[in-house]
């Protein structure tokens, strides 16, 4: 990263296991249809949630296009500090 790379960070008010989940099977590498896929598990086992990642994911099918290295940050505010991933 430089001085000048934009990080992106995308705040949810998911619970943290959510967030791990979805950090666990997000890949900076992926293409926009892994990352469908990947929010597609991730639906299976939080159900609930599932407005929610629809919503995320939208918000991050951008930074996954073949030319958008920007680092992405997942950011929890349902924990009492914030948990956060960093994606790279």
Excluded: H
């Excluded at 629809?54 to 296009?65: H, K």
């Amino acid at each position: 990263m430089t001085p000048q790379t934009v990080i992106e960070v995308i705040v949810t008010d998911l619970p943290t296991d959510a967030v791990r989940l979805l950090a666990t099977l997000i890949d900076r590498s992926c293409s926009v249809d892994e990352l469908s896929g990947n929010f597609a598990t991730a639906t299976k086992q939080f159900n609930k949630f599932k407005k929610e990642f629809v919503r995320i994911q939208e918000a991050m099918e951008p930074f996954f296009q073949p030319k958008n290295n920007s680092p992405v940050v997942l950011f929890s505010r349902q924990s009492s500090s914030g948990y956060y991933k960093l994606l790279l």
